[in-house]
């Protein structure tokens, strides 16, 4: 069972949309969540980090983690054209990153 | 532009030669990290330094991969006799030791061996 595992989509939703973004993890000992966002042909970009369990917001963007279940989701409201990018959810393991494979998001005008 | 950066962008190689990449990372950022990343997959780690001492690598990274970090600033990979399989985005990153967990990336080389 990998780490971390990640639908790779593509999603495809209407500009305006309300998007949620999912991953599952398997070892119950990570405490820290994160999101990138990668545009295509340029490097992940820091969306958002998490700890523990519970909601971060930030702007149209919530990252929420759910422990018991190993489950991690981002949601994006009102999307735009210019989300459309692939999301990475990422967990830190001993001194590295361990990323999902990510899912595509396409959000059309 | 402070961020982290890479060159070349792209690379295009033959089969058995070797090629080099650089990244220079955040200035104050002591820790530098190498990723691959395989279309459709997420990046996977590769190796990292602490300063100019090289601490982990991972199993992907063959006989013939090499990394430095001789100053502790930049960083070079160096890949020898190059395979078919060794297409994919070569991505750095760095961060402080102390918030290993927020890790900034650079745009990436692309490398295509033909």
């Known amino acids: 069972q990998k780490e971390v595992e990640q639908d790779p989509g593509p999603l495809s939703v209407p500009e305006g949309a309300i998007v949620s973004l999912n991953c599952t993890y398997s070892n119950s000992a990570f405490q820290y969540f994160m999101w990138y966002r ?9 969306l958002m980090y998490t700890y523990s369990s519970g909601n971060k917001e930030d702007g149209r963007f919530t990252a929420q983690v759910d422990k ?23 967990i830190p393991g001993f001194q590295k990153l361990v990323f999902g494979t990510g899912t595509r998001l396409l959000v059309s005008p | 532009d402070t ?49 100019e ?7 992907l990274l063959s006989d013939r991969f090499s990394a430095e970090r001789p100053k502790g600033s930049f960083s070079t990979l160096e890949i020898q006799r190059t395979e078919q399989g060794d ?9 402080l030791a102390s918030r290993e967990n927020t890790q900034y990336f650079g745009p990436g080389t692309r490398l295509t061996v033909l």
């Open chain 1, 38 to 46: 990668q545009y295509s042909r340029k490097g992940p970009e820091l």
């Open chain 1, 68 to 90: 018991s279940s190993k489950y991690i989701s981002l949601f994006i409201r009102d999307s735009q054209p210019s989300d459309s990018a692939t999301y990475l959810c990422a």
């Open chain 2, 3 to 51: 961020g982290v950066s890479q060159n070349p962008r792209h690379k295009i190689t033959k089969r058995g030669q070797n090629v080099t990449f650089r990244c220079d990372p955040i200035s104050e950022h002591n820790r530098l990290y190498w990723y691959r990343q395989t279309l459709g997959q997420g990046p996977e780690f590769l190796t990292y330094f602490q300063n």
């Open chain 2, 53 to 59: 001492a090289q601490l982990e690598k991972s199993r």
């Open chain 2, 87 to 95: 297409s994919a985005m070569y991505l750095c990153a760095s961060s």
